[in-house]
């Protein structure tokens, strides 16, 4: 079996890819940690525009790659990038990566692809990221992690961010 990670690539180190690895330790389970690429993103760097235009650079400068405007940018480099993210961020993130780990990129809609893997992967666990909202906030801006909730077919496991963790943070 395995353990599923969904990382958005915003932090590194990132709370996520910890807890996965934790619960893949504790069952002997492959870690499968996955990035995905936004369509817009995609979009954007297929048109030929640098990644610093639009903010893609991530935490710890893990990023896309390079986008010559001559080219063309492809699906299978987008999934090759999403990748690299979903590996960097588990190199700044664990001390001891684990060998048996794997690291996946997709583009698209993230809970649509990360559902879908998985269906590909069935896994124990799948943990994702989340972090607090009101719930104005929720019926406005709608929530991947209600929605991972409500759609996912195996346990989820939501890590909220270290400051969300913090009921005495300043508001």
Sequence with gaps: MSVLAAVDGEQAPDGVVRV????ATQYGDE?????????ETYEE???????????????????YGPVGSESS????EAQRDAKGVARDVTEETLDDVPETVTHVGRVGEPVTEV???AEEHQPRYLVIGGRRRTPVGKAVFGSSTQSFLLNASLPVVTVLPEEDRNPNRDA
Excluded: C, K, Q
């Excluded at 996965?20 to 619960?23: F, K, L, Q, T, V």
């Excluded at 499968?32 to 369509?39: D, E, K, Q, Y």
């Design 20 to 23: 996965a690895a934790d619960i």
């Design 45 to 63: 760097r297929n048109s030929g525009r640098n990644a610093t235009e639009f903010g893609l650079t991530t935490a710890g400068e893990t990023g």
């Design 115 to 117: 559902l879908d893997l």
């Design 31 to 39: 870690l499968v940690v996955a990035h995905v690429m936004l369509p």
């Design 73 to 76: 940018y492809s699906v299978d």
